[in-house]
């Protein structure tokens, strides 16, 4: 990657944005942003982002490798579609993001301590392992992530959410000791391994 | 045409039977109007009714008629009478609509009524059958100035018509800009990709095909004469010279390109690989004959990235570029980093602009240029250093907020803009253009008024008028393409393709002896008595249509194909030798005298009111359509245009013991509505000098007032009146009554 | 039964807006024989239905009177109102038109005296004010009508109103027992001039159009600007009648959109430009515009215009695209959600009124026209197999008045090419 | 006759999940409605929206068409149907992109090969209100109706991804009606002018950032309450799920007092079909729909 890092720099070319169309989920999109801003308008979380989605398209025309791909900006999708829908260019903006995030976590230029990329992949962890998602389980994961203690707190201030919700029986104990889980674990992993695999040698990455 | 025999006919339809006493109205005709035959009806407009009109004109031999009904621009098909001269009385628009319905305003509205019978009879007295020019143009063949894909358009269009032409290109070949392009913008779907740019099968057609004259390395010389009888001086870079008989002329002569070496400081001049889009075009048109990609012009070396700089020297408000945007240029500049993405996809292409424009299905050829990889950036380029065979551009990203550059660019585009080749400016003969050029004269007319089409703004010869984009100052004279507003190939072939149809019926409506727009058709023509005139030169200055040149004793020669019929010269004349069969100073000054002037002590103001048939007079039709009553003094006169008004006209309203007259004419100024120009702003002008003559007859100034009024002013127009004959009552009752 | 004398040398021109009339009346002016369709009672078409043209600020109706007295002149010029061509089948200098007449239910011998107005009193919504107002079922279209003649509208004949006004005719203007007709003629060459509609503004959901009431288009915005609309000339919001003094105009409302119309409509950017003007006009000082925009489009001398828009205090500008529009519950005001991107800056901005540059697209799509011809995806004409088939104005492409004439003027040039080599093949 | 199905429940809604309570609703509305519901054998997860950085593509694919290609093996011929929003949106879109794609298809294939399985690319996906509206019909929906929600009034939250991008056929991305056409036909009252109907409620953080998308919340449920609501429905289980258990937090951080209950319209479905509250899954709620709650312990004479 050093060698594209160098090159990327050098700005207004077009290498980031081949990059970009390389290796991005749908980022063969990004060239046809015609800047209207309709997605920037349309985000729920547009306050919170650094950059907008017109905006790091310009972005990445522009070459800004580094500036894009370590933002948390993509972070905050929701996946709310608002944007994809309205787009009038018709951009997939919603799968571009995911994929610059997943793009930045490969290369590890993903801001480290963003909740929701930590969030992101203990789901994924956590679905994948078994083939369903434990719910309990990523909930208190999620709380503990910084540690014991900080997560004992969190616990406790959401604790009478957690009780309302065991009282609906919508939160079971027994899921930490006898999950839900798909008859063929094994299998799924083997698979998702290949498909990791395949899209490794697809995309270009090193291994 | 025989003994003139004079017929009246009153309509009591539509309510004026009702609201007027007709037999009363009918023996004013008879008695008054002097009619032999006079007739009423209740129902003129029916078949039954202009039966009876037409019987009376075959069996009677009736040759003028006066029709008092409803407005003249009303029942038009129904009161249809070839070769009948014909008058009409608005009694229904004109005076019952626009009166209340009550006892206390029967009699001035029966008073109204009476007087525009009055006026409609002497008006008829005075008219005569307009016979058409005597002057007959012969000549149909075009003359197209110009060998450029306007040029060559038009030769070819007039040629499928069935038309001779004559072109003359100033060049050795022919073919123009288009020939120096490589490729051109699509003009249909897909619009994906640059497409040939056809401009060889146009000259193949044009230089094949013997009903057409080319003349290259040539211009004209001088130009003479008329619609249907122009005289074009050809010269021929050899020295030799013809004369060609012309019926009509396209002037198609293009543009030059803003020169981008007044550009520095976006590096022209200062690197051989900083050019502008002509120069683009010629390399891409060396490298295809090469069958190699563009090289870059300092070394020949590889070209990997290409910066296109829109707007270079356009849409400028510094004053020192061009202010306005020459609207191919984005297209174009899409097209050309096409040139480098569709032969190497690894080639970087930036597009950097304010606004990108690209109206109409540009959108998609811009969406396929993004589909190639071309990218583009909202950006104002401050500046580009060239630097050994490398360019930086600097510029203001609009998006990210910040300074940026491009480093090393090998190749940098300037889009600069067109100047159009339209002549010298002949109301500023020594004016430059935008490249600091002294024009030389493209059509050398020997018109009084001056040796080229007159230009509207930024040097462009194009019409003034949007429902009338071809309607030029100059009759049978028609620019196309560039010259007359900056334009892409696509619109310059259907521009050419429009002011040849112009052309062919300027040049047949010359030997009909007919007018051409807006008096389409209008038999009628300007007729001197040159024993009279004083030479004083008015009509020759102020025909806003060029139409009269001077003989070697300055008096007035009339061009009647040239001219417009507006009557501005006839409004000028001082000695009032000028006039039309059936428009003259004797018709409108018949009228005015018509009219039946109460004494001063009735509290009857009489106000004449001359207003523009174009506009004012049919805002008054729809006031009284909508029934917006005005006041029952008023006499209305409709005009040609307010140009055509003579002062005359106003003194004898005066001195004939009128109290107030007001003018209604079209906006004048730069966004001037004058269907003739310059008509209402000459009467402005003329008016403000009546101001002496009403001093001299001890009147007060407010008794003449001119007015710009617009065709939707339904509204509007009956206010001023009313405010103008409460102003009259002010200033009280004229005192000249009874005199004349 | 409606007589009409049509050859093989006659052009038919469909479409009596600006684009028809001037086919018409340039191909009738160099003395060929022109017949002149419209769907409609008159002629006048969309044009006349502006308060003002750009750039000059002029009127539309002064030129229409021009053109109206050029046709009541000419010789060569038939017109034939509420009439819609069905089929056009043949070639090149030898076409058959087949026409649905509509009735009108009054005759020639009407004098527009209105009295049938008066005694009617059903109303209908007007199309000549979008529905913004009504009017009598017994009507005049406008005032610029031609021909100058009333109209019944269906909705009344066979019912009492109808007799009334029947009864109220002194002239046996009104026949109620007009009947549709179909007719067939000859002709050399046809001039397709049926020019656009606006686009369903309704279709752009985020905006809103069917749900907010002070959402409206441009193109009712110039009723509400025009003396002869429905407020008279007062630019006021339809919610409640107040004076809308601060207006969001919002360019690409459907165009330039792969979800609506996917070409730039060219003239709605110059459109909104004047438009800010009549809110200066009417408000002076208190007066503010805001246009919303992608790219301005001022092409050539209009970029002239636009500076002098650009220096008027009253109008701000904001490159962007709006998201969406949403409405204050109890004022009913517009707020305009969306981000500059010149920098981005977000915004939610509150207006009287939101006034949407809507998108032009053809009146006749391509696929709707009764004979084969090529169009282009958004329903544009190209060209027909036929080769006596021309479009005209803005059925050919998305163009402005003064381009819609010359490409009119060019139809009627090509339209002539025809019919002189079938005179040939006659003589 | 009876209509089956592939039932694809998803994670949330299985037995004790966050969303168990939907699933018994639609079980009992299913069964009024002869509806046959078939779970997909072993389904799996559909890695969700918000699973993203993790997965990557192909993975994200390789799991739905997982479910597809054991769906086409054991119940052969029937559609995919999701009563999940995030399922359905991921599976729809996988199905989407094998189709438009051989490519992807063939890497799919030789993934799923690891699992012994193979798609054939037979699989129609659709969503459980799909299957409502289109194969029954709002009169076939209605017919059933015992217990019409009179006087109830319901602000119908239709939420992001049911809605985009692919949206139920004919209605906007805007202002979608379905929903409110559905109460109406169990006879609840539709709040049509309730403007937050496709707000997103911010579930992709709600436990990452949960302020950001208690804000969000906020605005859902107080615009409920603006327009006089009894109660929230909605058909996604995350939706609902947020929408409901943060209103305490929410009154926390902002000293609101929402206690708005938010409900499935399956759940209106089955009591109106005559359900009781623990058949149509009422107990399944943090805040308690009561007003359902009363209208289904209410007795009324079976229908003739």
Partial sequence: ?207 | MAEPKFAAYLCKGCGIGERIDAARTAKIAEKEGKIALVRQHEFLCSAEGVALIGSDIEQQGVTHVAIAACSRRSKTEAFQFPNVALARANLREGVIWVRPDTEEARETTQEMADDYVRMACAELKKMKLPAGSPERGCSKRILVVGGGISGLTAAVEARKTGYEVVLVEKQAQLGGWAAKLWKRVPEREPHAAPVDTGIQALIDAVTEDAGVKVYTNATLAQTSGAPGRFNATIAVESGSTAIEEIGAIVQATGFSLYDMNRLPELGAGKSPNVVDQAGLESLAREAAAKGLPIRRPSDGGEVNSVVFVQCAGQRDDTGRHLPYCSGYCCNTSIKQAMYFKDANPAVDTVVIYTDLRVPGNGEDFYRSAQKKGVTFTKGRVTGVEPSGDACKVSFRDLILDEDAAIEAADLVVLATGQVANAGVDIDNPDATDANGAKPISILNLNYRQGKDLPKLSHGFADSHFICFPYETRRTGIYAAGPVRRPMDIAQAKEDATGAVLKAIQAAENAELGRAAHPRSGDLSFPMVRLDGCTQCKRCTVECPFGAIDEDEKTYPVFNESRCRRCGTCMGACPVRVISFENYSVDTVGAQIKAVDIPDEFSEKPRILVLACENDAYPALDMAGMQRNHYSAFVRVIPVRCLGSVNSIWITDALNGGYDGVMLMGCKHGDDYQCHFVTGSALAKERMSRIDETLKTMALETERVATYEVAITDIGRLPKLIEDYARLIEKIGMSPMKGFA | MTEVVATSQTIVVVGGGISGMTAALEAAECGRQVLLIEKTPTLGGRTALLYRYFPKLCHPTCGLEINLRRIKASRNLRVLTLAEVTKITGTRGDYSVTLKRSPRYVNENCTACGACGEAVEAAIDNPYNYGLSKMKAAYLPHAMAYPQRYVLDPSIVGTPEGAKAKAACKYGAIDLDMKQETLEIKAGAVIWATGWQPYDAAKIQPYGYDRYPNVITSVEFERLADPHGPTGGKIARPSDGKEAKNIAFIQCAGSRDENHLRHCSRICCMASLKQTQYLREAYGEAAKSTVYYIDIRAIDRFEDFYKKVLGDPGVRFVKSKPARIAEELQTRDPVVHGVDTEGYHRYATRHDLVVLAVGMEPSVKGADVPHEIVADSSGFIESAASGGFFAAGCASNALDVNRSVQSATAGALRAIQVVRKSDRVEA | MTKEYAFYPGCSSQLRGSASNYLTSVNSMCATLDVKMTPIPDWNCCGASIGYAGSGELARHVMNARNFALAEEHLPGQDVVASCAACWLGAKETKQKLDASSQLMADTNEALKQAGLQYKGNTTVRHMVEVLIEDLGYEKLGAPVVKPLEGVKFAGYVGCQTNRPFGIAGESFENPLYLDKLVETVGGEALTKYEQKVTCCGGALAFSEPEKSQAQIKDIVESAYDQGADMIVTPCPLCQANVEVYQADINKRYGTKFAMPVAYYSQLMAVAYGATPKQAGLDGHVIKPTKLQEIAVKVVPAKK
């Fill in chain 1, 1 to 207: 990657m050093g060698a594209m890092n160098e090159q990327a720099l050098a700005k207004y070319t077009n290498n980031f944005l081949r990059e970009v169309e390389e290796r991005v989920e749908e980022g063969d999109w990004v060239k046809m942003c015609m800047q209207c801003g309709v997605c920037a308008g349309s985000c729920p979380f547009g306050p919170d982002w650094e950059h907008s989605p017109q905006k790091i398209f310009m972005m990445i025309r522009a070459g800004k490798r580094d500036e894009v791909l370590s933002s948390d900006s993509m972070w905050m999708c929701t996946s709310c579609y608002n944007c994809v829908v309205r787009c009038p260019r018709e951009l997939p903006i919603t799968q571009i993001m995911h994929g610059l995030a997943t793009y930045a976590e490969r290369l590890g230029l993903a801001p480290k301590m963003n909740p929701t990329r930590k969030f992101s992949l203990q789901f994924w962890d956590n679905c994948t392992r078994t083939g369903r998602v434990n719910e309990l389980k990523l909930v208190l994961q999620v709380y503990f992530r910084d540690g014991f203690v900080s997560g004992i707190g969190k616990f406790w201030d959401m604790r009478a959410t957690g009780l309302k919700l065991l009282l609906a029986r919508r939160m079971n104990p027994f899921e930490l000791l006898f999950p839900h889980r798909c008859k063929d674990a094994k299998g799924i992993q083997a698979m998702l391994k290949k498909a990791y695999e395949i899209e490794d040698r697809r995309k270009g990455f090193a291994k």
